[in-house]
């Protein structure tokens, strides 16, 4: 069975920093790129960041841009996303979602729990 | 950046409703549409991907339709678990924005 486990949210003070983690299992992680998709509170989805399998492709949405960092550990099963210079705006539950990318179809296939990340002083 | 809009942002239905939901995207994406479900509180799940293939495990109740820029999921017989709100997502390049989302609830 196909688990993502992030971890690593809480409360933070504008302008601080959080790393976030995703633990996977149940498929071959190193496989699969990864994405990270936020949801703050009542709104809708919004994509965040994708990272490749091997890390070598990395892109971010304009308004994470230069204060995130995704990053994957292919031994550990395990994907990251460092926030730093954290905003109001960034508060909402951060999902760690493995996406399917082959013989022409590209999807969202799983998704983690979530972990919620709450910026406020 | 590719922009998804969703018509009707809300709708009321009864069970045995056959519902419809309007996804359109502001070029052409092809085929690459992929529609979510979430309950509250709950993470999202998937649909369809592929404007029109059901994820393993999705009732047949549940079809997509449509490419380029105009999609439709529809829902054929309204069951209670089936109260939540949906949200298409284009896949066909970065940022891979997702739509507002429709909320059906119980009329």
């Known amino acids: 069975e196909v688990q993502l486990v992030e971890s690593g949210g809480g409360l933070v003070q504008p302008g601080g920093s959080l790393r976030l983690s995703c633990a996977a299992s149940?498929?071959?992680?190193?496989?699969?790129?990864m994405n990270w998709v936020r949801q703050a509170p009542g709104k809708g989805l919004e994509w965040v960041s994708y990272?490749?399998?091997?890390?070598?492709?990395?892109y971010y949405a304009d308004s994470v841009k230069g204060r995130f960092t995704i990053s994957r550990d292919n031994a550990k099963n395990s994907l990251y996303l460092q926030m730093n210079s954290l905003r109001d705006e960034d508060t909402a539950v951060y999902y760690c979602?493995?996406?399917?990318?082959?013989?022409?179809?590209?999807?969202?296939?799983?998704w983690g729990q979530g972990t919620l990340v709450t910026v406020s002083s | 950046d590719i922009q998804m809009t969703q018509s009707p942002s809300s709708l009321s239905a009864s069970v045995g409703d056959r519902v419809t939901i309007t996804c359109r995207a502001s070029?052409?994406?092809?085929?690459?549409l992929n529609w979510f479900q979430q309950k509250p509180g709950k993470a999202p799940k998937l649909l369809i991907y592929?404007?029109?293939t059901l994820q393993t495990g999705v009732p047949s109740r549940f079809s997509g339709s449509g490419s380029g820029t105009d999609f439709t999921l529809t829902i054929s017989s309204l069951q209670p678990e089936d109260f939540a709100t949906y949200s298409c997502?284009?896949?066909?390049?970065?940022?891979?924005?997702f739509g507002p989302g429709t909320t059906v609830d119980i009329k």
């Open positions: 990272i490749s399998t091997g890390s070598t492709t990395v």
């Open positions: 997502q284009q896949s066909y390049g970065i940022p891979f924005n």
């Open positions: 070029q052409s994406i092809s085929n690459y």
């Open positions: 979602v493995c996406y399917y990318d082959s013989s022409g179809l590209r999807y969202f296939q799983h």
């Open positions: 592929a404007a029109s």
């Open positions: 149940g498929f071959t992680f190193s496989s699969y790129s």
